[in-house]
C-alpha cells in the first residue's frame, strides 16, 4: 500500500510516541506531547503529522506555525525546541512528510518552513532545493559513565577546580519537580542576560506533559535557591533545558555546582549514558562555558524554504537590531520585566 500522511489524532499519540522511541534517531522533542504544550502555553496553531503504510506508522513530523506581528511567521519542527524535522522508517515515508511540509507551507502562507536536524540528513537537503542555515547554533553531547569518580575526572581541571568551589561553598542541591523555584530563578538570570521570562504557565505544561521525563534541580546556599535547571530524560540522555542562576550564583560557582549535579544524578539515579548540553549560539559566554566543560561543539542542521519574496528569521540576540532592546531590558525592575517578557516570547521559539 501507499503512504498516507494524515494528522496526529488523540488515539494515535501512544503509537506515535511508541515510534518515536523505537527509532535510533528520533529525540525527546519528537513525542506527542509537544502538540499540547506548545498549543496550550503559547496559542500556536500545530500541525503535526503521521504516515502510515499498511496500518503502521512509518513516520512522524512534529510541525508548528508561529505567527506573531514582532519576530515573523515560522512554520517550524519544531517551536521551543533545539532538534526536529521527519522521522522516517522508509525513504518513502521520508518523501510523504517532505512533501506534506511542503504542501502545507504553500497553503497556509507562512514566510518560512524550518526543519531542525540534529544530524545532517541523507540525501542532503540542498540537493532538494533547501536552504541550509550558516553554522549559528551548535550542539553539544558527550558520554557519561554514571561513576562519580570518572566523570568528575572527566571534566577538564579548570572546570573541576569551579566545581570544588561550589562544594567548599558548602552549596547543595535537591532534585524535585519544583517548578516555581525554578520559574523565580531562571526569571532573573534571563533579565539579568537582557532576555524575556517565557510565562510560568510553560514551565507548568511541561510539567504536566512529561511527568516522567523531566525534573528540576536546584542548588541551595544556606537553604536559599541560587540556581535551578528543568532538566529532561529520554531514554539514556539527560538534557538541562531551562536554567540559569541569581546574581550570587557567580560567585559562589552555583552553576558550575549544579551541572555537575545534573551528570552525578543523571548517571548514578537515572542510568543515564549522555549528558546533552543544548544548543548555544556561536562566540556567546554560554558556547565558551559548554567548551570550558570539555564538550565538543557540533553544527545543528537548519534546512528551510522560503516563500517568494520572504526573508530568512533572524530572531536571535546576536542580531544588531536587538541589541537596544537587550540593553534596556537588562535595566529592568524584575517585575516589570516579569510582566512585559511572556507576550514577547510567542514569537521567540
Not at 3 to 10: C, G
Not at 127 to 145: A, C, H, S, V
Not at 219 to 241: D, I, K, M, Q, T
Not at 287 to 311: D, I, M, V
Amino acid at each position: 500500500m501507499a503512504v498516507r500522511v494524515r494528522p496526529l489524532d488523540p488515539a494515535s499519540e501512544g503509537a506515535w510516541d511508541a515510534f518515536v522511541r523505537a527509532r535510533p534517531e528520533a529525540g525527546f522533542f519528537h513525542l506527542s506531547a509537544w502538540a499540547r504544550v506548545i498549543e496550550g502555553a503559547f496559542r500556536h496553531k500545530t500541525h503535526f503529522a503521521l504516515a502510515e503504510q499498511d496500518g503502521a506508522i512509518v513516520g512522524v513530523l512534529p510541525l508548528a506555525r508561529m505567527k506573531t506581528a514582532l519576530f515573523g511567521d515560522l512554520l517550524a519542527s519544531t517551536p521551543f525546541c533545539v532538534y526536529g524535522g521527519p522521522v522516517a522508517a522508509t525513504p518513502e515515508a521520508a518523501e510523504a512528510l517532505e512533501a506534506h511540509a511542503i504542501e502545507l507551507h504553500r497553503s497556509t502562507g507562512a514566510a518560512c518552513l524550518e526543519f531542525r536536524h540534529l544530524r545532517l540528513p541523507v540525501p542532503d537537503p540542498a540537493e532538494r532545493g533547501w536552504g541550509m542555515r550558516p553554522p549559528l547554533y551548535w550542539t553539544f553531547r558527550k558520554p557519561i559513565t554514571g561513576d562519580t569518580e570518572a566523570d568528575m575526572k572527566a571534566i577538564p581541571r579548570k572546570q573541576r577546580a569551579m566545581v570544588r568551589k561550589g562544594i567548599s561553598n558548602g552549596l547543595t542541591s535537591v532534585s524535585n519537580g519544583d517548578i516555581d523555584a525554578l520559574h523565580r530563578v531562571y526569571a532573573e538570570s534571563v533579565r539579568n542576560l537582557g532576555s524575556p521570562v517565557f510565562p510560568r504557565r510553560y514551565f507548568k505544561a511541561l510539567a504536566a506533559a512529561f511527568p516522567e521525563e523531566h525534573d528540576v534541580t536546584t542548588v541551595l546556599h544556606e537553604g536559599r535557591p541560587v540556581a535551578s535547571v528543568l532538566n529532561f530524560h529520554f531514554r539514556e540522555e539527560v538534557l538541562p533545558y531551562y536554567g540559569g542562576g541569581t546574581g550570587e550564583a557567580r560567585s559562589l560557582a552555583a552553576n558550575d555546582f549544579m551541572y555537575w549535579e545534573v551528570i552525578r544524578r543523571a548517571g548514578a539515579e537515572r542510568g543515564a549514558r549522555l549528558f546533552d548540553f543544548g544548543r548555544s549560539k556561536s562566540e556567546t559566554g554560554a558556547f565558551s562555558f559548554k567548551k570550558n566543560w570539555g564538550f565538543e561543539p557540533t553544527p545543528l542542521h537548519y534546512a528551510y524554504r522560503l516563500r517568494p519574496g520572504a526573508t530568512l528569521p533572524e530572531n536571535n540576540p546576536k542580531n544588531p537590531r536587538y541589541a537596544a532592546m537587550i540593553k534596556v531590558w537588562k535595566r529592568l525592575p524584575l517585575p516589570v520585566a516579569n510582566l512585559l517578557g511572556p507576550p514577547l516570547t510567542r514569537g521567540l521559539g
